[in-house]
């Protein structure tokens, strides 16, 4: 029997999910299918509405090899696992003649800890586990959380936090749950053979296709054991986020708070010099941590250099001395030195790490605002490392013995994909090299009319934005084109506190048109109001950037403040460009411009979410059409209609929220 042509399966599957075939989709299926069969790599840029979990997903099951599919939102994971994988499976079985399993797979502390949830939790200040059902008061949130998780632990097939709805605060869910460290492991473990995080392992193994988040696949790159099962193709959606991702996974960080959790952790499991070394090492340590002053640590002071060797070489004393403890009479004995073990080892980790001193790690000091009371008095200071780049650990550990298709609306930055490849460790597209990986970037384009959907404004005549200075005549320029546009406004900030001072003069400025401002509610609830009433503006900072999807009328105009260039005192950034400048490149372009291209690719996309939207993308910095970068950044964004004209926007948006309006009204008749 014949195999089934792509195109026929790719027909099937769009019509199951109830979709519309696109060239795009088309184009990248064919491309995905040729690099799979290839075993190469692909970049593929595909625009908002290409349909582009389908354009990889239908090469990918075709081709009948094992695929890990990863994906950096909560959303996008729902939206494969729940519909678009069981949809097009069953569409495929009669072409395909099998029908592929598919699996979802998390890090641990993803999933609900039996043992923590039967045996109680570990705690600091005494000996053996309490009953963290007993200790919190029925009628207080985590008390509720609890009780509402005890329930639910008899329901779930998974016990998957991402399942349970409506959600619970991170404090309940860290009181039945464990990382990978604390994890008694299913041998030891009473509760080992109904394990939820073992179970989805299990039918992850058994599974055709995997679908995991960016960070179970860094852990599986950096961590020396592999968390993933063999698989010959990765998809990586959303990969745009990858870098940060990888980069959030492989910092590492250190706190008074956290250093003080092992210390009284370790306490009753080890003898008494063991312990009173770890506590004076911990005692000099959070003195330091009060005195430091922020800012990237180009070399460790002398003073810190020594409490973190003294921290280091007294954890190293005390996990030589936890195997045994002090008082065989502490309760489930195993789960409590378990837990102190993986205090104490996280610590150890992150303290050599620094006194170790790789050069390609970068170092700093941060300071935030304490929260809560006495108990969390130090918990604004910390100190972090960082690899300096990802780019080495990606091309070692992702490109190699596999296929790989990474797909995001934006990868093409300035006009190519050479930016985001260096990023991934890619040397320039078509490059020979025995230790640079070959792969093609592919544009599949947009079913979007962008040049008649939506216009880039930017507002020439503004002065030049001054780190944080005044900015009146933005506020001036802003309210202007609220009232232009009825409302209907995305307000996207390059600092929360440049959304704060905004929404506060607005509000007394244009009362009649509410402004929501990030922070004040959940983020969910924050979109759902502001898709509700087409008057609401919405303003924010670094989520909003990338978190917004609200296609129709309450989204006509998308406002950006500023160019999002990193903070000039952002350490791990400037160590970056610093780098690249060393090196002979151009380290504001490489990194200072690239990270605002694709933030401001990413939000000048949350304007057309569907074919009927209309809109005005405002650039609210003079420096996009006058500075040399501006054609770079504007070449990273959709391909919209560019003005400098002010009064033309505001007529466009006038039309634009009258026909709206007359679309509204016609719909209550």
């Not at 099937?12 to 519309?20: C, E, L, S």
């Not at 009628?139 to 016990?159: A, H």
Request: proline share 5%; aromatic share 4%.
């Amino acid at each position: 029997m014949t195999q089934p042509s792509l195109p026929d399966l790719l027909h099937a599957a769009v019509t199951a999910v109830g979709g519309t075939e696109r060239p795009g989709q088309v184009a990248m299926a064919e491309a995905v299918a040729e690099a799979i069969d290839d075993g190469a790599h692909l970049l593929v840029q595909a625009g908002t509405g290409t349909g582009k979990s389908l354009g990889y997903l239908v090469p990918a099951l075709a081709h009948g090899e094992r695929v890990v599919v990863a994906t950096a939102t909560l959303a996008l994971q729902r939206q494969l696992v729940e519909r678009d994988l069981p949809r097009t499976v069953e569409a495929l079985h009669p072409l395909l003649r099998r029908r592929p399993e598919f699996a979802t797979l998390k890090g641990r502390s993803n999933y609900l800890c039996l043992h923590r949830l039967h045996e109680g939790v570990p705690q600091d200040e005494e000996e053996g586990l309490f009953d963290q059902f007993e200790a919190a008061a029925p009628t207080s949130k985590l008390g509720q959380d609890l009780l509402r998780l005890r329930d639910w632990s008899d329901e779930t097939e998974t016990g998957d936090r991402d399942d349970l709805t409506p959600g619970v605060s991170d404090r309940a869910w860290s009181q039945v749950s464990v990382s990978s460290r604390e994890c008694l492991g299913a041998t030891k473990c009473a509760y080992g053979a109904e394990c939820f995080a073992e179970a989805a392992r299990e039918r992850a193994k058994l599974a055709e296709v995997i679908v995991t988040n960016h960070a179970l696949l860094a852990i599986d790159a950096i961590e020396g054991a592999p968390v993933l099962p063999q698989h010959e193709v990765l998809i990586v959606d959303e990969a745009h986020e990858l870098v940060s991702r990888v980069t959030g996974v492989a910092t590492g960080e250190l706190t008074p708070g956290q250093v003080n959790r092992a210390v009284r952790r370790a306490a009753k499991l080890v003898n008494e010099k063991a312990a009173d070394q770890l506590q004076t090492a911990a005692e000099g340590f959070e003195r330091l941590m009060e005195l430091a002053l922020p800012g990237r640590l180009e070399e460790i002071p002398e003073d810190l250099g020594y409490a973190l060797m003294a921290l280091r070489d007294a954890c190293r004393t005390v996990i030589s001395a936890i195997g045994s403890t002090r008082d065989k009479s502490v309760q489930d004995e195993d789960a409590v030195r378990k837990q102190a073990l993986a205090s104490v080892e996280s610590v150890h980790d992150v303290a050599e790490r620094i006194t170790h001193g790789s050069e390609w790690d970068v170092v700093w000091y941060e300071r935030h605002e304490p929260r809560g009371g006495a108990a969390y008095r130090h918990s604004g200071a910390s100190l972090r490392v960082a690899p300096m780049s990802v780019s080495g650990l990606l091309r070692e550990k992702l490109f190699t013995d596999r296929s790989v298709v990474l797909t995001s609306a934006t990868l093409k930055l300035g006009g190519d994909f050479n930016g985001v490849g260096a990023s991934l460790g890619l040397g320039p597209e078509g490059a020979e090299g025995d230790d640079l990986p070959q792969w093609k970037g592919v544009d599949v384009g947009s079913p979007f009319d962008y040049p008649r959907q939506g216009i880039l404004y930017v507002a020439k005549h503004l002065a030049r934005p001054a780190r944080d200075g005044d900015r009146k005549d933005m506020l001036d320029e802003l309210t202007e084109l609220i009232q232009a546009a009825g409302g209907r406004t995305l307000g996207l900030f390059s600092s929360m506190r440049a959304a704060q001072l905004a929404a506060e003069e607005l509000r007394s400025r244009i009362p009649e048109y509410p402004i929501l401002l990030q922070g004040e509610e959940t983020l969910g609830e924050l979109i759902k109001n502001f898709a509700a009433d087409p008057r609401t503006c919405l303003f924010g900072t670094l989520s909003l950037w990338q978190g917004v999807d609200v296609p129709g009328p309450s989204c006509q105009l998308v406002v950006m403040d500023k160019i999002p260039f990193p903070r000039p005192d952002d350490p791990l950034m400037s160590a970056r460009q610093k780098a690249v400048e060393e090196a002979g490149g151009n380290g504001f372009m490489a990194v200072a411009a690239t990270h605002a291209a694709l933030l401001m690719a990413q939000g000048a996309g949350r304007l057309v979410r569907a074919s009927g939207d209309r809109g005005v993308v405002a650039v609210l910095d003079p420096r996009l059409a006058t500075a040399r970068y501006g054609s770079y950044l504007k070449a990273s964004m959709p391909d919209f209609w560019y003005t400098t004209d002010r009064n033309q926007v505001r007529k466009s948006l006038a039309a634009i929220d009258a026909a709206a309006k007359q679309t509204e009204a016609a719909a209550t008749e």
